[in-house]
Nanobody, 121 residues
Framework: QVQLVESGGGLVQPGGSLRLSCAASGSIVSLYVMGWYRQAPGKQRESVAIIPSTGSTSYADSVKGRFTISRDNAKNTVDLQMNSLKFEDTAVYYC???????????????WGPGTQVTVSS
């Protein structure tokens, strides 16, 4: 199995910055894709940013130019640098990984428990 743990959430004023980090652990064989999703109250979970092991990135239109995703393949970590935060960025942010693990058949998706990001004045 693969476990994901997020850190770095909190309360920030509009225009401020936060950096989220996620560490994957367990019987990892390979993590093909890592990324971040978010879910605001009353809304569906949405993709924020993803980064395959090849390093190419993809962002939601709402965060392009403000958020930057990066990963360390050797450490199985993924970070999300969030700048110029807006009220509408308030949500629970979930780390996400797709990969293979020892003793687990096939390619599976794994999720972290989530970390709260609140943008408020």
């Amino acid at each position: 199995q693969v476990q994901l743990v997020e850190s770095g959430g909190g309360l920030v004023q509009p225009g401020g910055s936060l950096r989220l980090s996620c560490a994957a652990s367990g019987s990892i064989v390979s993590l093909y894709v890592m990324g971040w999703y978010r879910q605001a109250p009353g809304k569906q979970r949405e993709s924020v940013a993803i980064i395959p092991s090849t390093g190419s990135t993809s962002y939601a239109d709402s965060v392009k130019g403000r958020f930057t995703i990066s990963r360390d393949n050797a450490k199985n970590t993924v970070d999300l640098q969030m700048n110029s935060l807006k009220f509408e960025d308030t949500a629970v942010y979930y780390c996400y990984a797709v990969g293979t693990a020892q003793g687990v058949y096939g390619i599976r998706a794994y999720w972290g428990p989530g970390t709260q990001v609140t943008v408020s004045s």
